[in-house]
Each structure stands twice: as structure tokens, then as C-alpha cells.
């Protein structure tokens, strides 16, 4: 089971090394101004609003010669404010599995800049390829962004009538549609239970599984769409009754908290003495996972009451909070409103191995 999820499907896990190896590496180093046109890309469309730009980037503590990751680079709005407070000396690896994000980062013409293409749940491997054991921060801004959520061919959004594909990697794995055609009644409705925290997750799957047993295979976003809203009787005001399952296919497709899960372990590893750990959630299962994470690095000492043992001897502190959880101000709220759900967490690594 996931940490911070009450009753996680049986998806297949990742694991470092094998997510470092099937994702075919590809290193983007600088490159010509003008971007190279690539006709099998899709087109990068939609403006992104990097959010808690200038809080997260300064939870970093970042220093001039320092080495640092950014783990999730969309589009690239973290990693262009990192490297203006890097020196001469300092370097920056951001890892995106979303092509559209790669073909954004040539943009970036800095020596001191290397893209790879691979989740960040590969990190360590791919970071050790470099020479890289130790890094002095490192940035997860979690979720989706919003260019993947305006253009309608991802299929992420129920505002368009598209394929619904879903795939932040779109070179590999299953697409949404592709799941809801082979699963089960079951495992879908524990899906959308538990990565959409939907009470009407049964009534939803039943009504899907119902369309395809039916001979009406859903394909499309409003397909789906039509069919959630059928099946849920009631949804908080203002919020479209397919939320929450969009949500969850998003979640289970991109296999979103198990990279997560596999992730917090390696930037513990990853992170020197004082090293900064700064991490972007937007719902509650990611929030839940970091926090937990953080707390069970602070709190170690998991040893029986009354145990025999000197203090000095008790399992010391990796990790430090520091501060309170961040939240977007009011006016971040009001000029993008889809900051309004995201928490910032930040951590520093003490000099315990």
C-alpha cells in the first residue's frame, strides 16, 4: 500500500532502476536560439503560470556554486528562476517526461543547464550516469500543468470533446482510454475511490463498465464525461461531476504517487548536509504523502517505550521542516486561479547519513 493512500489498486510499481532504464534517456544541452522545428511534436500551446515561483525558488537557500534539481521542468518557469541566483559555477539538471516540455527547454541556452527526458523517479540513476551522487536542493512541482490541461488533444480536461489519451509521456505506456477498455468493474471503481476521492466511485464505474459492455467503447473526453455525469447525484456547486474521476484516470495512468513514492526516498539520499527539499502538491494524496514522509524523517524514534538505550544513541533527524506549509497569497489566487489549491513543503537535510 502507498503511503498516504487508504486501499492503493494493484497497479504495476516502478522501480528506480527500471524506470531509469525504460525511459530511453535523452540529455537536451544547449541548443541554437530559434527553437527546431519538430513535426512530430505536437505544437506547444498555452501560456503557463509557474506557481509559488518566487517562494519555492527561495526555499531552495540556494547557493552560487551549488547543484541542484528540478524535477518537474513544465515550462521551465522554476528552472529560469534558479538559474538567475546560480553563479558561474552551479549547474541545474530538471528532468519531464512531456515532450511538449522538452521541446520547450531549448529554449534555455545556458551552459550550466542539462534537460533530461525521463520522470524524476529515475533521478538518482540518472543523475549517477553524470557523475552525480549529491545535490544541494531539489524542486518537485507536482501535478499537471496548465498547457497539458488547454490542449485538447492530451484529453486531461472535459471542457473539450477529445481522445482520451491522458499521457504525460505520450511515447509510451496506456492511455486512459485504453485502461477503461480492459479493466475491471472493481478495479476501476477502486481507482476512482481512491485517487479521485469520489463517493459515488462505484455507481461511476458500474455506469462506464455498463456503456462498454453495451458495445459503446469510451474514446473520448466527453464521452466519459457524460457518462460520470449520469452517475453522480450530487457535486459540490460550481465543480463539473467528472472532476474527480478525471482526476483519478490522470493519477492511475501516469502512475503519479507511485513515482512520488519512489522519488522521496532517492532526494533524501540525494541531498548533501543542508541540502533543501521543496515540494509543490495541488490535492490531498500528494500533500499526504510528502508530509508523512517528511514527519517520519524528523520523528525516527520508532523504538519500543522504555527501551535501554542512551539518547545519544536513538535514531537521529534526516530531515528538518522548515517553516510552516506555504500557500499561494490572495493575489497569486486572483491573477491564476488554479494556484489556489497548491501547498509548498520544505525540508533541509541534516547532516545525519
Keep these: 500500500m502507498i503511503k498516504g493512500v487508504h486501499s492503493t489498486p494493484k497497479l504495476a510499481s516502478l522501480s528506480p532502476n527500471k524506470a531509469s532504464a525504460n525511459d530511453a534517456l535523452l540529455l537536451v544541452k544547449p541548443v541554437p536560439t530559434m527553437l527546431d522545428e519538430n513535426p512530430k511534436l505536437p505544437a506547444v500551446s498555452g501560456a503557463h503560470v509557474t506557481v509559488l515561483l518566487n517562494e519555492a525558488v527561495q526555499a531552495l537557500a540556494i547557493k552560487a556554486d551549488g547543484t541542484y534539481v528540478d524535477g518537474t521542468f513544465g ?53 549517477a550516469k553524470m557523475g552525480i ?71 461511476i464505474a458500474r455506469a462506464i463498465i455498463a456503456e462498454r459492455n453495451d458495445g459503446r467503447p469510451i474514446t473520448t473526453t466527453g464521452q466519459l464525461a457524460k457518462v460520470v455525469a449520469s452517475a453522480v447525484t450530487r457535486f459540490e456547486p460550481g465543480q463539473n461531476p467528472a472532476t474527480r474521476t478525471f482526476q483519478a484516470l490522470r493519477i492511475h495512468v501516469n502512475q503519479e504517487l507511485e513515482e512520488l513514492s519512489l522519488a522521496m526516498s532517492q532526494c533524501l539520499a540525494l541531498l548533501s548536509s543542508q541540502g533543501r527539499l521543496a515540494v ?23 523504538l519500543p517505550s522504555n527501551f535501554p538505550v542512551r539518547a545519544a544513541d536513538l535514531p537521529q533527524p534526516k530531515l528538518t521542516p522548515v517553516g510552516k506549509s506555504i500557500k499561494p497569497s490572495q493575489q497569486e489566487i ?16 541534516t547532516a545525519i547519513a
Excluded at 88 to 109: M, P, R, T, V, Y
Excluded at 334 to 346: D, H
Design 334 to 349: 486572483k491573477s491564476n486561479p488554479r494556484s489556489r489549491s497548491a501547498v509548498l513543503r520544505v525540508a533541509e537535510r
Design 280 to 302: 509543490i502538491s495541488f490535492h490531498s494524496l500528494e500533500d499526504r504523502m510528502v508530509k508523512q514522509f517528511i514527519r517520519a524523517q524528523v520523528n525516527r524514534d520508532d
Design 75 to 127: 515550462r521551465g518557469g522554476h528552472s529560469k528562476k534558479i538559474l538567475e541566483a546560480l553563479g558561474a559555477q552551479g549547474q541545474l539538471i530538471a528532468f519531464d517526461k512531456d515532450l511538449q516540455a522538452i521541446e520547450s527547454s531549448k529554449a534555455i541556452q545556458d551552459q550550466r543547464f542539462i534537460m533530461v527526458h525521463g520522470h524524476f523517479a529515475g533521478m538518482q540513476a540518472s543523475l
Design 133 to 203: 551522487n549529491k545535490v544541494d536542493g531539489i524542486l518537485l512541482d507536482l501535478g499537471i500543468s496548465s498547457p497539458q490541461i488547454d490542449e485538447p488533444a492530451r484529453g486531461f480536461s472535459f471542457r473539450f470533446d477529445a481522445p482520451l489519451d491522458m499521457r504525460m509521456d505520450q511515447t509510451r505506456g496506456q492511455t486512459a482510454a485504453d485502461f477503461i477498455a480492459s479493466t475491471t468493474e472493481q478495479q476501476l471503481a477502486e481507482v476512482i475511490k481512491d485517487y479521485g476521492e469520489e463517493r459515488f466511485a462505484k455507481q
